[in-house]
């Protein structure tokens, strides 16, 4: 079956970095378009950055331009979101998700706080 499991969240201070991975199981995953998805407290889950299949083009939430690169590894099937120069208001748990047909998956979560 479809798994999506993510790695590498925690607690940074302002202006620090991580990266975060997902690792991908139960479908071809050099063929679909991949996404990172957050949620704040009290908020809605919001976009934050998308690669597609072999080209690997790219689309940031206007949030984390110039500060968050997704990428991926089509040999490990992992996808990767390295977080630089991190705010407070980047503190939220972070998903991994991806559309197959008519169909989203969504990975457990991990939690990124920005905090001194």
């Known amino acids: 079956q479809v798994q999506l499991v993510e790695s590498g969240g925690g607690l940074v201070q302002p202006g620090g970095s991580l990266r975060l991975s997902c690792a991908a199981s139960g479908f071809s995953f050099s063929t679909n378009t991949m996404s990172w998805y957050r949620q704040a407290p009290g908020k809605e889950r919001e976009m934050v950055a998308v690669?597609?299949?072999?080209?690997?083009?790219?689309i940031y939430a206007d949030s984390v331009k110039g500060r968050f690169t997704i990428s991926r590894d089509n040999v490990r099937n992992t996808v990767y979101l390295q977080m630089n120069s991190l705010k407070p208001e980047d503190t939220a748990v972070y998903y991994c998700?991806?559309?197959?047909?008519?169909?989203?998956?969504w990975g457990q979560g991990t939690q990124v706080t920005v905090s001194s």
């Open positions: 998700y991806v559309r197959l047909w008519s169909t989203g998956y």
């Open positions: 690669i597609t299949t072999i080209a690997g083009s790219t």
